[in-house]
């Protein structure tokens, strides 16, 4: 090594004791944004010494290790034909021990691995980065990263640097280079003068190199400088001697075999990407994908979840909770505890042996009983922080989300969701929708829906506000399509069935105006299906808790808000005041109890909090199924969030955001206002 | 969190790292959802339950194996 040290002149801006990743590639495939992609940050720019060319370096952490990351201008092999060329070659040869990573473009695979096999050649370990495989795709030139890897003996990673696609798994192979088994065959005079030139370099190990020995026979005038000048005759004899042996020139009959040998590994790739399929599991996936038997796979699935969610969780796990851990103790332990502290004249009356909020006291009070009773009602009174927002919270709506979060970690571990994904594309693609603009939502059922989506896939303002709509209307978020479960648990097939055909039929409805809108472009959606699996139970327990953790922190706050704002509100007696204004609306035009505008209220706030205590008026009695099944709609297609609506109003402007949000309101109550409409008639006939 | 802090997407089996939930929502300021950048799938990050757990099982692990 040292010789090869001594000759060649290293960057001087580039410290040479770091270790270093080497970018090398043809002209043109992404290279240097793939090195910002990579950098970001410190990037010199320097000359490469005695040329003009410029060298980019920056220092980094890829993959958690420290890495001096050197961008190589393009070339095309490592038998140099310009400046630029020989450049990216020095580099090469005057890094030993570097990470090399290739990147190549996709889309023209030939001229990629043209240059993988002269790396290979200088037997330096590397990995190849596919570079711009959303081209390849849309081109359909698409490349099996696996089936090439597996062929060529190297971690291959395909990426696209403009779209940011897979850069993680990129940076983690890209310090784990290997040495790539692919070789070119000679014909056996130059296989003969490789191995006599091997011989002459038998001293320097760095150089006793195919590649080098290639090169040389190609007659590179560039590579002579890191040879040893006393053989320089000798290497020049050999070259002779194997020229009058073949037909053409040497440096044409070695690109010739390069060239077949890359022909030769593509064919190879394109077998192992065929692979036959067979195996149950393959069988398995495939029908849950299937046009038609994907439809009733799915609607299986749709009926565990709501054995699972709405009966198992709504109904046992809650019962058992609120009523046993909450009811007889918990909020017995804080009355008793809080009328001990804040003492003012007044008994709970207790129904079947336990105390609960309600409570008889005396009409006249001293100021500083008014003052203890303030206290007393803000924490344990009919809309207390402990008896309303923290039973609300944790033993009714807590228990439904975690069952719902398992459901769904079962989903997503299993593989399923990318399925559904194709399934529901396809009906949406029937329909005209663009399924990529809706799809991730529907399926994640992700908080703060419309904000940051529809500003990266839609272009038009249209299309935005017809998201931000479908979003807002039919997509609830998941703690809230958990709770929206448990309510549909107890109604039974027939009516949970109505439900969903509202909601569904909305997002539909919405979206099939929306297609007519907004023509043209329904967007494909790519992905990449995995393998159906097995769900593993240590995953799905860490996804339940992830999502927990988020929950709680999420919603319970907004929850003791709420409740806060109810409490002030009947403190200031204006609660009722406003139940009578909506009367109208909810008792006439809904058909439900007044104080079902509670729910509301809060179901502004957070829409699972309007649905607990929607749910907590069900399981008091105080809703028969069909009031449930009409109040449970509208609190569906209103509004998720305070928050939601504000991010409207921000995003999409004031006017636009409260027309969205006028819109939304006169469709939910209008629709739940048709369902008792219907309801009655049905009724009565 | 560090460079390494990876996601692999649930939906399109996209792994990457990074893009947490910028959102302009007001409650979003601690808000741990994940989008994956190419399908726009949302998630929720491991929080600080999850890493704790996995402290517990690594230490009670590696006293046991020791
Ligand atoms: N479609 C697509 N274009 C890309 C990708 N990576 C880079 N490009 C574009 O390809 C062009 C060449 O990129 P550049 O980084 O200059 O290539 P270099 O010559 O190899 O360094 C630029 O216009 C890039 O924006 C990719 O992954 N996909
Ligand atoms: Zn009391
Ligand atoms: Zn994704």
Known sequence: MSQLAASCHRPATLPGAEPRLLLIGNPNVGKSLLFGCLTKRYVTVSNYPGTTVEITSARATIAGESRLVIDTPGTNGLVPQSDDERVARDILLSSPGADVMQVGDMSNIRRTLLLSLQIAEHEMPFTLCLNMSDEAKQRDAEVDPVALAAAIGIPVVATSALRRWNLERLKREAIRPARSRISAEYPAAIEEAIAEILEVLDGSPDLATRGIALSILSGDET???????????????????????????????????????????????????????????????????????????????????????GKFGAGIVVNFVENTIFQQHVNVWTIKLVDFVARFPHQHPAVGGVIGAAYVGAAHLSTAQQFARFFHDLLVGPYGVVTMALTYAIAIVLPVVITFFTFFGVLEDSGYLPRLAVMLNRLFRRMGLNGKAVLPMVLGLGCDTMATLTTRILETKKEMVIVTLLLALGVPCSAQLGVIMAMLGPLGIGLASVWVGVTVGTIFLVGWLAAKLVPGKAGDFILEIPPIRTPKLSNILIKVLARTEWYLKEAVPLFVVGTLLLYLLDFLHLLTKLQR????????????????????????????????????????????????????????????????????????????????????????????????????????A | MSDFDLHVCPLCSLDFNGAVCHSTCPFAKGCRMIRCPRCGFEFVDEGMMVSLVRRLFRSSHERTSA
């Open chain 1, 223 to 309: 590579l002579k400088r890191f040879l040893p000048e006393e053989s320089l005759d000798e290497f020049d004899a050999i070259r002779e001697r194997a020229q009058a042996r073949v037909t053409q020139p040497l440096s044409w009959t070695i690109v010739n075999a390069r060239l077949n040998a890359v022909d030769r590994i593509l064919g190879r790739a394109a077998v192992v990407q065929s692979l036959p399929r067979s195996s149950f599991r393959e069988w398995f996936g495939a029908l849950t994908m299937h046009p038609v038997w994907g439809w009733p796979f799915l609607l299986g699935v749709l009926y565990i979840a709501w054995l699972f969610v």
């Open chain 1, 581 to 684: 204004l909506l009367a109208p609306i909810v008792v006439g035009g809904l058909g439900l109890p007044a104080q079902a505008s509670n729910a509301f209220l809060i179901g502004f706030l957070r829409r699972d909090y309007g649905a607990a205590g929607l749910y907590a008026m069900q399981k008091a009695g105080a809703l028969n199924p069909v009031q449930t099944v009409v109040a449970l709609t509208v609190i569906t297609l209103f509004i998720p969030c305070v928050a939601n609506f504000l991010v409207m109003l921000k995003e999409r402007g004031t006017k636009t955001g409260l027309a969205i949000a006028g819109f939304i309101f006169v469709y939910s109550f209008g629709i739940g206002w048709l369902m008792n409409f219907a309801f009655h008639l049905v009724h009565m």
